[in-house]
């Protein structure tokens, strides 16, 4: 039975603490909520990315108080309304567009940090698998956001990017006019696109990033070397006042003070890019108003899908979208491709240390083939990329198999 | 310093992934025109220079098509009028001498479709011989203002022709302010001038072979250095367009991209000012989460 004291006094600590269970809640999220010290700053670009997300939430607020998702009116009132007439609706909307690039350069950063230190398998699966959902869910929401401004880029990327849905040979129009609501882009899609990008996709999103969270409460987080750790004896050291000996520290307020440290730097480079370098996100393309009558010269999707998008060129149509479904899914099955029992960074780990090497090269040279267009040289590097690609993750299985333990700890 | 090397690492792709997709796919995607200086090499430069006392007189060859405000000659006619006539409106003149180079107005008057780089054009040529065009050249360079507004300049080498909706411009000139009937909505004076230019639009759709586009935003659209060498010579960038060469000078230029600019990117002057401010406060911050951070973990290792 719970106990309620009658004469607390409404809101007060006590009161709340029988109410709420506040005192309980702050030690399981925060106070002794443990991450082991021997870690980098790569640890802190989950919170970064929680940090960018709650920007894109804010921005994108005051953004949709002018905003009209009006196939005739929708360029205008960006680019004139928030862009000339609403005092530091600019701000927002430079402050949005580079929060959505920078966004998926930390999401890549923190994916490529958890591959190398093998942060997905001994209990972290779920931790990767619903990251994976993090990821396909915020490209819906930036492919979707990108159609709102209805610029040429807009209208032709959201072109080509729904033609892909009839699926090759199979020839399913049916598919792709029930998802654009239309033969072609128009208000329909624009209507629907716009309910996903400012409804459903976050909530979706919030909802996976409180998954996200849940799933590392119980493994924790890893650490620069895959060292096993008991938690629960380094905690006990450490409320013991043993802070050099312990393993561990409170998420609040040590661990949290290196983020917020780390976030700083972060904001003044975010903002640097906001007021002087804010180009490299907003394609010029989508400066001109959408004409379905006119197909710009060179179609591409925002820097972020372009190795996907990569993956897709080389290969005639049917087996271009086999490959392209194949990228697309395959980071998914990571945990499980994996074949080796170890946790730890890459460069202790044998053939897998040139795996991820060369895995992150292949993606920067796939993403800058995506960009550039498809004629000679680079269609056949482009072609040598995506199949480096794909043998990659044929060969991984192999090669974990093969791999020595390593120790955990140095 | 192990968290400095794992940043070197991050930084380093970082910045070749940038150079990759920013710099280096635009240098493939998009064909370089070295920006000229609007010398026009091409054309040639008149025997003997131009006397403006001469130009004032052979001057009125001109005026059956254009206006010289500034000189007290009104147009002939109306700018939807002229669309008819001509397919464009020919601009009024009192401001040539300030947006234009004046060897090419010389040339253009000798032949506008060689200067201007495109198959017709509603002025005709042969208006004057070479050294007669010299002449008129020099008269409009004298009649021309010292100082012209950045819009004026806009006004007279391309509002003829592009309408700037951001700033309520069409290529017949500024939207008026009306008033709607209380009672009914309707706003007739409105109705009235919107036909205007819809007639004047599909006069010049029809004298060009296409509208014109709209240059609201087009320095966000196209850059600097596009904008620059295109109208230098559309030639380079469109080939076989309709556009044509309109010849301005290094001062008239700059005056038109100063009101393009104005108009397609009004917050750089509130950017300029905020930014650093922003960037300081999150310096402080930094420094601030810097102390926390140390204080924190002092005592750790
Ligand atoms: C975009 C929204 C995301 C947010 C807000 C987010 C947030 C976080 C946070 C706060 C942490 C703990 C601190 C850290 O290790 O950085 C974390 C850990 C982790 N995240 Fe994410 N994450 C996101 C996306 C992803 C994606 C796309 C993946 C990869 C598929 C992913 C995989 C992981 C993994 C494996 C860990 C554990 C790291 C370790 O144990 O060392 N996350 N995430």
Redesign the interface.
């Known amino acids: 039975m719970a106990h309620f004291d009658p004469n607390a006094k409404p809101f007060s600590h006590k009161w709340l603490d029988e109410r709420l269970a506040v005192d309980t809640l702050q030690k399981v999220l925060s106070t002794e909520y443990w991450i082991p ?1 021997n870690i ?3 640890w802190a670009m989950g919170m970064i990315l929680a940090a960018t997300f709650g920007i894109l939430l804010l921005s994108g607020i005051f953004l949709l108080m002018y905003y009209i998702p009006d196939t005739k009116l929708a360029f ?1 009132s960006v ?2 309304t928030i ?2 007439e609403v005092g ?1 609706g ?2 927002w909307r430079h402050m949005h567009g580079v929060a959505a690039s920078v966004v998926f ?1 930390i999401i890549y ?1 923190h994916m490529l940090t958890g591959i190398y230190y093998g942060s997905y398998k001994r209990g972290r699966e779920l931790i990767w698998i619903s990251g994976m959902l993090l990821f396909v869910s915020f490209s819906a929401e930036a492919f979707s956001g990108y159609m709102l401004p209805w610029g040429q880029m807009s209208y032709w990327a959201g072109m080509v990017i729904t033609n892909l849905f009839s699926l090759g040979s199979l020839n399913l129009n049916g598919l792709v006019e029930w998802i654009r609501g239309d033969y072609v882009p128009g208000q329909a899609f624009l209507g629907r696109f716009f309910m996903l990008h400012v409804l459903l996709m976050p909530l979706i999103i919030m909802a996976l990033i409180v998954l996200h969270f849940g799933t590392l409460r119980i493994p924790h987080v890893n650490n ?1 070397d895959g060292e096993e750790i008991d938690f629960e004896e380094e905690a006990k050291k450490w409320k013991a006042g043993n ?2 000996e312990s393993k561990v ?1 409170p998420f609040n ?2 661990f949290l ?2 983020d ?2 780390v ?3 972060y ?2 480079i975010y ?2 890019l906001v ?2 370098h804010f180009e ?1 996100a ?1 394609d ?2 989508n ?2 108003p959408a004409d379905p009558l006119k197909t710009p ?2 179609i591409y999707p925002e ?1 972020y899908f ?1 190795w996907s998008y990569e993956i897709l060129r080389p290969f005639s149509k049917n087996a271009g979208l086999i490959a392209f479904g194949f990228a697309q899914v395959i980071f998914f099955f990571l945990p499980f491709l994996d074949r080796s029992a170890n946790v730890a960074p890459a460069n202790r780990r044998g053939l897998f240390k040139y795996w991820f090497w060369i895995l ?1 090269v292949d993606m ?1 040279v796939l ?2 083939m995506g ?3 498809p004629m000679g040289i ?1 269609t056949t590097i482009g072609t040598v990329a995506a199949w480096t690609f794909i043998l990659l993750w044929a060969v991984l299985p192999f090669i974990t198999k093969m791999e020595k333990p390593v120790r955990g700890s140095k | 310093m192990k968290d400095l090397k794992i940043l070197g690492v991050v930084v380093f792709f970082t910045l070749v992934t940038y150079w990759g997709v920013e710099p280096y796919a635009h240098s493939v995607m998009h064909k370089h025109v070295e920006f000229e200086g609007f010398k026009y090499k091409d054309l040639k430069a008149p025997a003997k220079k131009g006397d403006p006392a001469k130009g004032k007189v052979a001057i009125a060859a001109c005026v059956s098509c254009h206006g010289i405000k500034s000189q007290g000659i009104k147009a002939p006619m109306d700018a939807v009028s002229a669309s008819a006539a001509y397919g464009v409106n020919p601009p009024d003149l009192s401001n040539a001498g300030a947006v234009l180079d004046e060897k090419f107005i010389a040339n253009f008057i000798v032949s506008p479709t060689h200067a201007g780089l495109v198959k017709k054009s509603g002025m005709p040529a042969g208006m004057a011989d070479a050294q007669g065009a010299a002449d008129i050249a020099a008269y409009l360079k004298s009649i021309a203002p010292k100082e012209i507004k950045p819009k004026e300049a806009f006004e007279f080498a391309c509002g003829r022709c592009h309408a700037v909706r951001y700033d309520k411009w069409t290529q017949i000139g500024q939207t008026p302010k009306t008033k709607a009937d209380i009672k009914t909505g309707v706003d007739l004076k409105k109705m009235e001038f919107d036909k205007k230019v819809g007639q004047y639009k599909l006069n010049l759709a029809k004298y060009l072979g296409k509208l014109p586009p709209d240059l609201s935003i087009i320095v966000r659209a196209r850059g600097e250095h596009y904008l620059k060498t295109f109208v230098e010579n559309p030639q380079n960038l469109l080939h076989g367009t309709a556009m044509p060469r309109v010849g301005v000078s290094n001062e008239g230029y700059e005056k038109i991209y100063k009101y393009l600019e104005k108009v397609g990117d009004p917050s750089k002057p509130k950017r300029e000012k905020v930014g650093p401010i922003v960037l300081l406060y999150f310096v402080g911050f930094a420094f601030l989460a810097y102390m926390w951070y140390k204080s924190q973990w002092k005592d750790l290792h």
Request: cysteine-free; charged content about 15%; hydrophobic content about 55%.
């Open positions: 010290k980098n700053f790569l205008d680019n004139h862009m000339g530091y600019w701000l350069l950063i620069q802070r050099k520290i307020p040590v003070s290196k917020v440290f976030m700083s730097i904001f003044i903002f640097y007021f002087y490299f907003m010029p393309v400066f001109d010269p060179h820097w372009l992150v920067i993403t800058i960009k550039v267009p680079y």
